[in-house]
């Protein structure tokens, strides 16, 4: 079982509501990672988090996606509208440091109609 | 261009079977590392093997070995005695830069792998 927690498991949702996606590292892992896979491809980054603060972005669509850690311990993945095109498994990992070990939890699958 | 290729979309292999799994990689580093996951029906992404660039032996985990070329820029997994419980997706991913440094992973498009028995 992983011990990255990721709610929900599951997502379904029609085009231009809102959905979150809620993450609970490792304890004491201070790096946090939000990963977008599409069906068929490899995980793709959207942010990186070190403790509260954002390491990487860029590929965060920020007109509709927002990612937050407050306390720097768990996170959420903010999806708003969504899009037919969102629909994927969002991952999350975490990891000690920005260079150690990452430890992925079992993903939200969201599918957008 | 494609920093990591995986030319095989998807592979059968009989059970107890020694299965490879392809991978090449595109970097300038000197210093990288050389990832392999495997993701199963429920989604996690679980890490099998690493081997980095300076390594000079190919790293072994059990029924995995990594048949690291460098000069051919592959890094390919093999499976020893393939078990049902295999089947799955495999990633190749590949970090760039010193291991001591914030690294971010690229990944490739997976090979989905089927056991029969």
């Known amino acids: 079982e992983a011990e990255v927690a990721q709610s929900p498991r599951y997502k379904i949702t029609e085009k231009s509501q809102a959905v979150a996606f809620w993450c609970d590292p490792i304890?004491?892992?201070?790096?946090l990672y939000w990963y977008r896979q599409i069906l068929g491809q490899g995980p793709e980054l959207l942010v990186q988090?070190?403790?509260?603060?954002?390491?990487?972005d860029s590929q965060l669509p920020k007109d509709r996606f927002s990612a937050e850690r407050l306390k720097g311990v768990d996170s959420t993945l903010k999806i708003q509208p969504a899009e037919l095109g969102d629909s994927a498994m969002y991952l999350c990992?975490?990891?000690?440091?920005?260079?150690?070990?990452?430890?992925f939890g079992e993903g939200s699958r969201l599918t957008v109609l | 261009a494609q920093k990591i290729t995986q030319t095989q979309p998807g592979m059968f292999v009989q059970e107890k079977e020694a299965v490879t799994l392809d991978c090449t990689y595109d970097t300038s580093d000197q210093s990288y590392g050389l990832f392999w996951y495997k993701q199963p029906s429920s989604g996690e992404m679980i890490f099998l093997i690493y081997q980095g660039s300076y390594d000079e032996q190919n790293a072994t985990e059990g029924r995995y070995s990594l048949n690291f070329q460098k000069a051919r820029k592959s890094a390919n997994l093999v499976i020893s005695a393939s078990q049902l419980g295999d089947s799955a997706m495999y990633f190749c991913?590949?970090?760039?830069?010193?291991?001591?440094?914030?690294?971010?992973?690229?990944w490739g498009a997976g090979t989905k792998l089927i056991i029969k028995p």
């Open positions: 304890s004491g892992h201070a790096t």
């Open positions: 988090f070190q403790d509260e603060s954002v390491v990487d």
């Open positions: 990992a975490s990891s000690l440091s920005p260079t150690g070990e990452l430890f």
């Open positions: 991913a590949m970090r760039e830069g010193p291991m001591d440094s914030n690294y971010q992973l690229i």
